[in-house]
């Protein structure tokens, strides 16, 4: 339940951050009409500071994660928006965001085993640039978006979330939105579409005109694809040929609508490359979640590859 700002607009409580949109007014009731802040003036919308985990070593290390004017949670649940699978971190750990003052706090939300900004147990505390926050074991480090040190994580994480033929998402990347995304809607019942497709008979193309042909191929399919994308959809290269198109807010009806969008913007009209011209189609496969549905991610691409194998078994540049 959604709870009303505090009477004192410049409570850091706990009980103020409850969700984005109470920590959100909080903010607001502290300023004019307008929304602006008294002095000290909090970071300009769009503007944003990161959690970068420094230990342990390994998978996810070095990755910035931001933290905008809403809060975020740090945990071992899959709702956590800065999300951990570590055991010594609690479901939901601790809480960070952009306070009333103008500042970055941290919370402590009644975890078993702490949190600490620079070694010191706190239920509270205002962070500064650099400042360490460990959950649990798990340590992280606090950068505003002016430090050099986050532009440099922000450029490692782009680069290594990237496809280079493409430019769009790697499977590793797209992989850990879809996971994030698919929270994010089961906690806001909205419903989630994911399509899954393939270049048909790639290897024909690669084969028959060489390998630089087939880059080019793969290249222009990704240029018409995203041509017919909304801005908030999310396109991932998840491997060889093939594709991963995320859909927040379409339900299934809306995703085989996209999905036979996809289809006509690949097979509408013939490729070329070094004076050949060819035709390349698309098999598509479509899965959907209904708002307020939990799904697992790998169930939901299980049966978005499920209706890819249908597509292809019933004869190629189809949507099923």
Partial sequence: MRMAPPADPTDLSPDAWIDPAAARDSVRAAGDETGRLPAPVPPAAGSTAYLVRVHPLGDGAGSPHPVGPLPVVIGRGEAAE???????VSRRHARVGL????????????????????????????LADGDTVRVGRVVYRFLTAGNPEAAYHREAARAAGEDPLTGLL??????????????AAARAGRPTALLL????????????????AGDHTLREVVRRVRAELRGGDVFARSGGDEFAVLLPGADAAAGKGVAEVVRRAVGGRPFGFGGARYAVTVSVGVAACGAG???APADLVRRADERLYAAKA???DRAE
């Fill in 82 to 88: 800065v999300h951990t699978p570590d055991q010594s």
């Fill in 99 to 126: 306070g009333p003052d103008g500042r970055y706090h941290v919370f402590d939300l009644g975890s078993s085993n702490g949190t600490y900004v620079n070694e010191a147990r706190v239920t509270h505390a205002a």
């Fill in 170 to 183: 790697n499977r590793r990347a797209f992989d850990a939105v879809l996971a994030r995304e698919l929270a």
């Fill in 197 to 212: 497709f393939d270049v048909d008979r790639f290897k024909d193309v690669n084969d028959g005109l060489g390998h630089p």
């Fill in 293 to 295: 549905e939990s799904v």
């Fill in 314 to 316: 019933g004869g190629r």
